[in-house]
Every structure is written in structure tokens, then in C-alpha cells.
């Protein structure tokens, strides 16, 4: 290993490093809880409009998945 690079051990399980757990975790809290769906494809109609409305708000997955501690400012 050279001098100049340092392994950062990180835990086996760590969410708040990534970002797209918190897309998840929105996608549970506001759009996909407290319902019960017949079939299972009602869960997938659920969850693709679910989805959709998130991918059209870029703005409101930037909001979600960043974290001011973990940014790098060039």
C-alpha cells in the first residue's frame, strides 16, 4: 500500500452513506405506506407511479439525496 492512500474501514451496513437509501426511504414514508393492494400487480402499479412521480421532480431527488457533510466543493 503506498504512503499516500489510507483504507477507510466503513461498516457493513451504513444508509446514510448512501444517498439512494433515502429515495427508498421517501418512496415508504410518502408515497407507498398505509396501503394494502390486492394483487401483485397492483404493488408494481403502485410503486411505477410512485417512482414516476418522483423521476419527474429532479429537483426534490437532489433535495433527498444530499447531504452537506458529505459534498465536495471544488
Known amino acids: 500500500m503506498p ?5 477507510l474501514y466503513l461498516p457493513p451496513y451504513a444508509p446514510e452513506l448512501n444517498p439512494m437509501e433515502n429515495i427508498w426511504a421517501y418512496l415508504r414514508t410518502n408515497k407507498l405506506c398505509n396501503l394494502v393492494w390486492n394483487t ?28 452537506d457533510w458529505a459534498s465536495v466543493n471544488g
Do not use: E, M, T
Open 40 to 67: 401483485y400487480d397492483d404493488i408494481v402499479q403502485a410503486c411505477a407511479k410512485a417512482w414516476k412521480f418522483l423521476i419527474d421532480d429532479p429537483h426534490r431527488i437532489q433535495s433527498i439525496g444530499i447531504r
Open 3 to 7: 504512503d499516500n492512500i489510507a483504507l
